[in-house]
C-alpha cells in the first residue's frame, strides 16, 4: 500500500514537472511583460491540480489499457491472416475516431463561414451545413484511408519515404489548383484530426503488427502511420474544395 | 458541489467522444477475432483511467490555462500593448515590432508540446521499440523545439502576410533532403511526431493566437490568414526530430573516434 502511495506521488511529480514550462512562460509573462494581475486566482490553483492528476491517470492508463490492447489486436489479426478484415478494421478506426472529432467539428463550420464569404456557396444555413459536413466526412474519409495504406505498407515492406514524398509533391500540385480560401484550412486539418487517445491506439497497432510479422522492424515499420493520418486530410479538403 | 458536477459532466462528454472509439475495438475483438481479451480487467481498468484522467485534464484545462493564454495572446496581439498607445500605431506595421508576439509564440510552443499526453505516448512507446535508444526526454524536446520554431515563423508569416505555400512547400523541401541524409531508423517516427504534437494543449492555445494575430493586425484577414499555425506546427517537428538523431549519430561516431 505505502508503496502504491509512493508510486502514485512519484508519477504526480513527473507531470508536475511536465507541466512546469506552461507555468513558467505563462508567469513570466503576466509578471513581466503584461504586467496584469491574474483574475480567478484560485481557480487556476484548482485547475493546476487538476491537469497533474488527470495527466498521471492518463499516463496510468496508457500502459494499462490502450497500449496492450492495441497490441494484442495487432497479434491477433496477424495470427488470423485475413488482410479483408485488417484493412476493414484500420479504415473504421481512421474513419470512426475521426468523424466525431470535436476539433474538426470545430475547423469545419469555420470553414464554412469562409466559403460562405468568399462566395463559394449560396450564404445560408442549409448550404453551411451541407458543406462542413461534407468536408468532415471528407477528412474522416481521408484518415481511414491513410491508416489502411499506412496498415498495407506495413504487411508488404514498403518504404515509407517515396510514399510521402509522393504525398507532398500531390500536395503541392494541388496547392498551385486549389480556391486560396480553402488552403489554409486544408494545412490545418492535417493537424487537427489526431486526437490523444487515437495516436497511442494507432501507434500500438502499427509496432504490434511490425513486431508480429516476420521481417518487418518495429522501429523502421511501426511506426508512420499517424505520417499518412496528417498527410491525406491535405490532399482530400483540397479536393473537395475544388469539386465544390 | 459545482465543482463535482463539473467533474461529472465532464466525464459523460469525454465517454461519449470516445465511445466510437471503444465500440470499434470491441465489436472487432467480439465478433471478427473472437477471442477472449487477455487481462480483460487490467484493460478494462486502464480504460477507466485513461477516461477519468483525460476529463479531469481537460476541465483543468479549461478552467486554468485556456482562459489565461487566451486573454494573454489577446493583449499581446494588440496593437495598444505592441505601439505603447493606441494613438502611435502607424499605418504601415514593421514586422520587427511584435517581438513579443514572436518570444511568446516561441515559449508557448514549446512548453505546451512538453505537456502533450499523445507525444508522451509515442515517446514512451519509441523509448521501448528502440531499446532506449531513442530517449523519452530527448525526443519531447526535439519535438518541443520544432513546434516552437514552426509557431514563431508562423506569427511572422501572419503579420507580414506572406502566402503560406511558400513556407510549407519550402519546409517540405528541406524535409525530403533531410530524409536522405538522417539515420534509417528515425525517418518513420520523424514524419508521425509531425502529426502527434498538435492535440489537446497546443491546438487551443495557438489557434488563440492566430486568430488574435490575424485580427489585429492592419491588412490582414482573420478567415483567411487565422488557419495555417497548427500546420506549421505539424511540419517542422518533422525537422527537428531529424535533425536531433542526425546530431546523436554524429556525436556518437566522434567519441568513438577519441
Not at chain 1, 164 to 191: F, H, N, W
Request: aromatic letters at 12%.
Amino acid at each position: 500500500m505505502q508503496q502504491a502511495i509512493f508510486a502514485l506521488l512519484k508519477s504526480m511529480l513527473g507531470s508536475l514537472r511536465d507541466l512546469l514550462p506552461i507555468i513558467l512562460v505563462i508567469g513570466f509573462f503576466q509578471a513581466v511583460v503584461l504586467q496584469q494581475p491574474i483574475p480567478g486566482f484560485m481557480n487556476i490553483i484548482i485547475g493546476t491540480l487538476f491537469i497533474v492528476s488527470g495527466l498521471t491517470f492518463f499516463i496510468y492508463g496508457l500502459e494499462m489499457g490502450l497500449f496492450p490492447i492495441g497490441e494484442s489486436m495487432a497479434n491477433a489479426f496477424a495470427r488470423k491472416g485475413s488482410v479483408m478484415w485488417l484493412l476493414i478494421f484500420a479504415f473504421c478506426l481512421g474513419f470512426g475516431t475521426t468523424v466525431a472529432e470535436p476539433a474538426l467539428i470545430a475547423v469545419a463550420e469555420e470553414a464554412s463561414e469562409i466559403a460562405a464569404m468568399g462566395g463559394m456557396i449560396n450564404n445560408n444555413v442549409e448550404a453551411m451545413e451541407n458543406y462542413a459536413d461534407g468536408l468532415r466526412f471528407s477528412v474522416a474519409f481521408a484518415v481511414g484511408f491513410a491508416i489502411v495504406i499506412g496498415v498495407l505498407r506495413i504487411l508488404k515492406g514498403w518504404s515509407i519515404q517515396y510514399m510521402i514524398m509522393g504525398g507532398y509533391v500531390l500536395v503541392v500540385l494541388m496547392t498551385s489548383i486549389a480556391p486560396r480560401e480553402i488552403i489554409g484550412i486544408a494545412y490545418d486539418s492535417g493537424g487537427v484530426t489526431t486526437s490523444t487517445i487515437t495516436v497511442p491506439l494507432v501507434t500500438a497497432l502499427g509496432v504490434g503488427l511490425a513486431s508480429s510479422i516476420k521481417g518487418r522492424n518495429p522501429m523502421t515499420d511501426g511506426f508512420g502511420l499517424i505520417a499518412f493520418a496528417s498527410l491525406t486530410p491535405m490532399i482530400f479538403v483540397m479536393a473537395y474544395g475544388m469539386v465544390i | 458541489m459545482e465543482l463535482l458536477l463539473n467533474i461529472f459532466q465532464m466525464i459523460v462528454e469525454t465517454s461519449i467522444d470516445v465511445l466510437p472509439i471503444v465500440s470499434i475495438i470491441f465489436g472487432f475483438q467480439f465478433f471478427v477475432i473472437r477471442k477472449p481479451i487477455p487481462n480483460l480487467k487490467r484493460v478494462i481498468t486502464g480504460f477507466v483511467y485513461v477516461l477519468v484522467g483525460l476529463s479531469l485534464f481537460l476541465l483543468g484545462l479549461e478552467q486554468a490555462l485556456f482562459p489565461l493564454g487566451r486573454l494573454m495572446a489577446d493583449q499581446l496581439t494588440n496593437p495598444a500593448f505592441i505601439y505603447g498607445d493606441i494613438a502611435a500605431v502607424p499605418n504601415v506595421i514593421h514586422w520587427a515590432d511584435y517581438y513579443w508576439v514572436y518570444l511568446f509564440a516561441f515559449a508557448i510552443g514549446f512548453s505546451t508540446t512538453i505537456a502533450e499526453p499523445s507525444l508522451i505516448a509515442v515517446a514512451i512507446k519509441a523509448n521501448e521499440v528502440s531499446a532506449g535508444a531513442i530517449s523519452v526526454w530527448g525526443l519531447r524536446r526535439a519535438v518541443a523545439l520544432g513546434v516552437a520554431v514552426g509557431i514563431t515563423l508562423g506569427s511572422f508569416r501572419i503579420v507580414t502576410g506572406l502566402p503560406i505555400h511558400y513556407f510549407i512547400i519550402s519546409g517540405y523541401v528541406v524535409v525530403v533532403i533531410q530524409t536522405f541524409f538522417a539515420p534509417k531508423m528515425i525517418v518513420p517516427l520523424a514524419y508521425d511526431s509531425g502529426g502527434v504534437t498538435t492535440s489537446t494543449v497546443t491546438v487551443p492555445l495557438v489557434a488563440a493566437l492566430g486568430l488574435g494575430l490575424a485580427e489585429t493586425v492592419p491588412g490582414r484577414n482573420v478567415l483567411i490568414d487565422g488557419f495555417g499555425l497548427i500546420a506549421f506546427a505539424s511540419l517542422f517537428p518533422i525537422m527537428s526530430v531529424m535533425a536531433y538523431a542526425q546530431i546523436s549519430e554524429f556525436m556518437a561516431k566522434r567519441s568513438n573516434k577519441i
